[in-house]
């Protein structure tokens, strides 16, 4: 009995104590109901616009998107510089809590070398912290595959795919296609930044730098959906970029292979081009160097190796080194002497193997010991080469004048061709002599210009342009290496012509030249055997090593190769209807006619033989 009264009173206290707890279970409730909506009205009515924007903008982001750089072929619609897929490793900088650590993170699984983070330093300052910034091109598949391996180490880290720049023809076009590298930061201060926002190489040398312009093309944008890790879910759509201008070269990888392949391995140049357009058929420099190699960057190692190498492979030789180029100038001497009345085409003098300037006590030498006789007139001088007889032709014209008419040939001056970084070579005068501390000019000193040595100075490419306008008779072109963009032909320019009071006399000229290589005692006579065709050429030796008066000239085969004679061979052919100029440069070569002339012959061969063949071609219908 008693047990049970006490159940009732318990039961009473219960009863208050759930009432309490309800109670204070309601409060609690309301609370945070209370929390809950004004959190929530604070979101979605005070700040709303604030959160819209933040979402829109982690959800939806502007990209800006490299154009596809355009193609270059050659005058065969041959590929020479192409664009081969490519990776890219990048990092997008506001997805990662610690830069530095995530960087030595990628340099210890062996991604990424230190060269790699400073270059990522050097060009992080370029893009946002939203975009992703390249840290290293050119991934190979092992590389793809540990950073696949260790992805949820590596927030922010981002693989592209994209095109890279290739050369399929490697060195043998390096010094006329040039290269892109990465831009650096000089060639960023002049950059339209807009433009190469997306863009990361840009062209640095040869025609990629000279027709940097139209080969970019325009960057595009475009919106991207992405998800909370970065990655793009898809596109909303913007502005598709504009790729770059496709070129089309006049020069021939089939003459430019037998010019490559008839120096040899040698140091030297080789430059054709069609009289008649301008345009550069072949330019080889050698040795040459792999552009690939410069794309995404050569190591230090690699560059070093080809700065200091003594044949020295990243010199454009074609374009910038300036040699005395020996006989090659008396096609124009001849011009300048008959043209200025010092000489008629029936002068004759004596050449004894010696000439004296009146009231000097110097001998200037023949290249002939004995001389080349009594009465030599000018085809013989020509085609035999003789020294004196242009010694005293110098002598008679004077500086002036000589310097005038290698002006008119283009020599001392840029061409012009569409490549930069050409050099202008040195046509001397005497203002030019006194300018440099050099003097007063004297008599000897034209004796020297007037043979090709000297202060005179050219480049392969001024020989080629100079004898372009004997083949021309006068008609003077820029040479251009550039024949189409996009397929519409590029205009081929001229200069006014240079015109002599005797027109006549370029056919003499042409006569001489042809002399040179198809008379019995031309210096070049060696290369007319088995020829369907005529050549007229000029052969020259230039001098390297100096010789004190009264010195024998030095036995070759005693010389360092260093030390001999620069060989040099201008041409053009067929003599009566020019289709083909060529000038030949071989350092330390020796011989003009025995090194550099059958360097011309072959190349001068395989394009009348490509001509002849699409002619028949033509003719049949097949073309």
């Known amino acids: 009995m008693n047990l049970h009264r006490q159940t009732l009173k318990n039961t009473l206290y219960e009863q208050q104590v759930i009432h309490m707890r309800m109670v204070l279970s309601v409060v609690v409730v309301m609370v945070l109901t209370a929390i809950l909506l004004a959190r929530y009205f604070s979101l979605q009515i005070l700040q709303h616009?604030?959160?819209?924007?933040?979402?829109?903008?982690?959800?939806?982001?502007?990209?800006?998107?490299?154009?596809?750089?355009?193609?270059?072929?050659?005058?065969?619609?041959?590929?020479?510089?192409?664009?081969?897929?490519?990776?890219?490793?990048?990092?997008?900088?506001?997805?990662?809590?610690?830069?530095?650590?995530?960087?030595?993170?990628?340099?210890?699984?062996?991604?990424i070398r230190t060269r790699d983070i400073e270059r990522f330093h050097q060009r992080r300052h370029r893009y946002h912290a939203f975009e992703a910034t390249p840290l290293r091109f050119n991934l190979s598949e092992s590389d793809i595959a540990t950073i696949a391996v260790n992805r949820s180490r590596l927030p922010g880290v981002e693989i592209k795919a994209s095109l890279a720049r290739h050369y399929p023809y490697q060195s043998l076009l390096a010094h006329v296609l040039g290269y892109v590298g990465r831009i650096n930061e000089t060639e960023l201060q002049r950059l339209d930044t807009d433009n190469y926002a997306a863009s990361t190489h840009i062209g640095k040398i040869g025609i990629e730098k000279s027709y940097e312009a139209i080969l970019h093309g325009q960057v595009g944008l475009q919106n991207v959906e992405t998800n909370a890790r970065g990655e793009v879910l898809r596109t909303l759509g913007g502005d598709q970029?504009?790729?770059?201008?496709?070129?089309?070269?006049?020069?021939?990888?089939?003459?430019?292979?037998?010019?490559?392949?008839?120096?040899?391995?040698?140091?030297?140049?080789?430059?054709?081009?069609d009289p008649n357009t301008g345009g550069v058929l072949a330019m080889a420099s050698g040795p040459s160097f792999d552009p690939n190699a410069f794309v995404h960057g050569i190591s230090y190692a690699d560059y070093n190796a080809l700065r200091d190498d003594r044949d020295l492979p990243l010199f454009n030789r074609f374009l910038q080194a300036r040699y005395p180029p020996g006989s090659t100038i008396k096609p124009i001497m001849s011009i300048a002497g008959i043209e200025e009345g010092v000489y008629t085409?029936?002068?004759t003098i004596a050449d004894p193997g010696w000439y004296q300037i009146p009231f000097n006590e110097r001998y200037y030498r023949d290249w002939k010991r004995e001389g080349h006789g009594d009465a030599i007139g000018f085809i013989d001088a020509m085609a035999q080469s003789c020294d004196v007889y242009y010694y005293d032709m110098a002598y008679k014209l004077g500086v002036s004048k000589i310097h005038h008419y290698y002006q008119q040939f283009g020599l001392g001056q840029r061409s012009g061709i569409?490549?930069?970084?050409?050099?202008?070579?040195?046509?001397?005068?005497?203002?030019?002599?006194?300018?440099?501390?050099?003097?007063?000019?004297?008599?000897g000193d034209s004796l020297n210009i007037g043979?090709?040595?000297?202060?005179?100075?050219?480049?392969?490419?001024?020989?080629?342009?100079?004898?372009?306008?004997?083949?021309?008779?006068?008609?003077?072109?820029?040479?251009?290496?550039?024949?189409?963009?996009?397929?519409?032909?590029?205009?081929?320019?001229?200069?006014?012509?240079?015109?002599?009071?005797?027109?006549?006399?370029?056919d003499e000229i042409r006569k001489a030249m042809e002399a040179v290589v198809h008379s019995p005692k031309g210096t070049a006579r060696g290369i007319a055997r088995g020829l369907n065709y005529r050549i007229a050429g000029k052969s020259g030796t230039a001098q390297v090593v100096g010789m004190a008066q009264g010195e024998d000239a030095p036995d070759a085969e005693t010389l360092a190769?260093?030390?001999?004679?620069?060989?040099?061979?201008?041409?053009?052919?067929?003599?009566?209807?020019?289709?083909?100029?060529?000038?030949v440069?071989?350092?330390?070569?020796?011989?003009?006619?025995?090194?550099?002339?059958?360097?011309?012959?072959?190349?001068?061969?395989?394009?009348?033989?490509?001509?002849?063949i699409n002619a028949e071609l033509a003719m049949s219908g097949g073309r």
């Open 561 to 583: 190769e260093r030390q001999r004679d620069h060989a040099l061979f201008v041409a053009f052919a067929p003599a009566d209807d020019p289709q083909i100029v060529v000038a």
């Open 451 to 506: 043979i090709g040595q000297g202060y005179l100075l050219a480049t392969p490419l001024q020989l080629a342009v100079a004898t372009a306008i004997i083949a021309n008779k006068g008609k003077r072109v820029i040479p251009k290496v550039v024949a189409s963009v996009n397929g519409q032909p590029a205009k081929v320019e001229y200069l006014p012509p240079l015109t002599l009071k005797n027109p006549t006399l370029w």
């Open 49 to 111: 616009d604030l959160y819209v924007t933040r979402a829109e903008s982690n959800r939806i982001h502007l990209q800006k998107v490299a154009p596809k750089r355009g193609l270059i072929f050659d005058r065969e619609q041959r590929i020479i510089a192409e664009n081969l897929p490519s990776y890219t490793l990048s990092l997008v900088l506001d997805r990662v809590t610690d830069v530095d650590a995530q960087l030595l993170e990628m340099q210890r699984l062996g991604i």
């Open 241 to 273: 970029p504009i790729p770059g201008a496709n070129l089309g070269l006049y020069l021939d990888v089939d003459i430019q292979q037998v010019a490559a392949q008839a120096l040899q391995g040698r140091r030297g140049a080789v430059v054709a081009m």
């Open 345 to 347: 085409l029936q002068t």
């Open 585 to 612: 440069m071989v350092e330390n070569g020796q011989s003009g006619s025995g090194v550099a002339a059958p360097i011309a012959k072959q190349v001068i061969d395989a394009h009348l033989r490509k001509l002849a």
């Open 418 to 443: 569409d490549l930069p970084g050409e050099r202008a070579g040195l046509n001397p005068s005497a203002a030019w002599k006194k300018s440099t501390g050099r003097g007063s000019w004297w008599s």
